[in-house]
Structure formats: structure tokens, C-alpha cells
């Protein structure tokens, strides 16, 4: 598989204008996002993980009670690439903004 190309700070800063909920710079994106409860947690990361494993391209999780801190980078591009804007916007369809 072809690794993707990182994006440029101008290309992540536009990108990231049509991303709120997410921050973050060439070395990563992130959002965190509180759930209503632990299960509510846990029940999203089996969500983003099924929509990560079939793009095969996963986030790293954090999870601290309810609340997930994710970040998105493309390690092959060694930075944020496309499949990380992607995925983020995936993410933001399946949790509450």
C-alpha cells in the first residue's frame, strides 16, 4: 500500500476549519469528548474501532472515566495525512458534538 502524503500546515489549518471539534498540528490531530458514562465510552471506541479497522488506519485512544482523548496521525506519512481528516470526520458522525 502506497503511504499517503503528509498534508502541508496550509493544507492541515484549512482542513482543520472544517473540523471544530478537532485541534492539533503536523505531528497530530485531536479532539476529546465526554460521554455520559463509562459504558457510553467504551461503547464509542468499539464504534470508532470497527469505522478505523475498515479503513485500516487506527487512532489512538485514551480513555479516562467517560472521557476520550483521540489523536490522528499518519505514521507511514509521518504526520497528518488525508486518511486522518477522513477519519476524523467519520469519528464526528458517530459522537456527540
Not at 3 to 20: F, I, K, T, V, Y
Not at 28 to 55: C, K, Q
Not at 63 to 92: E, F, M
Request: proline fraction near 8%; charge should be negative; hydrophobic fraction near 45%.
Amino acid at each position: 500500500m502506497p503511504r499517503p502524503p503528509r498534508l502541508s500546515p496550509d493544507e492541515l489549518a484549512a482542513a482543520l476549519h472544517g473540523l471544530p471539534l478537532w485541534s492539533g498540528d503536523g505531528e497530530g490531530i485531536r479532539r476529546t469528548v465526554e460521554l455520559p458514562s463509562f459504558g457510553d465510552a467504551v461503547a464509542a471506541i468499539v464504534r470508532i474501532g470497527f469505522v478505523a479497522e475498515a479503513m485500516d488506519h487506527h487512532p489512538d485512544v485514551d480513555l479516562r472515566w467517560r472521557t476520550l482523548h483521540l489523536t490522528l496521525v499518519s505514521h507511514s506519512a509521518g504526520g497528518v495525512s488525508g486518511l486522518d481528516l477522513d477519519l476524523a470526520r467519520r469519528i464526528d458522525a458517530l459522537l456527540p458534538g
